[in-house]
């Protein structure tokens, strides 16, 4: 099985993950950072090998710091500036809990998607 490694070292929000991540996993596609997305690529194709892979992340301590409540509170506030209306509530109080340092963040989200492929 073919193995990749990303380096946490090598950023620090969101969207450097994302590139990140394409550069060293998916070649000619290039990942924008959506995580919906993101559940599909590790699902399979979009430039992810058909027979699977394995997926190394070191110093996935410095990520966890780098991508933690400052980074997430930064994309639940992104995210509160398209979203449609009707999902406002909701953003505005992930967004409180992230100032808060509260609740999942930004690496949190990235696991949970990597851990349930």
Known sequence: MQRFVIDGAEFS???????????????????????????????????TPEEGFQLIWVNSDLSRQRLGYVETARQLQRRLESCHSSNRRGIEEELAAANRQEGATVFDWLVEIIQDH
Do not use: K, Q
């Open 13 to 47: 929000s969101l969207e450097e993950f994302a590139e990140h991540f394409s550069e060293r996993v998916l070649g000619e596609y290039t990942w924008r950072g959506n995580l919906d997305a993101f559940n599909d690529i590790l699902g399979g194709g979009f430039g």
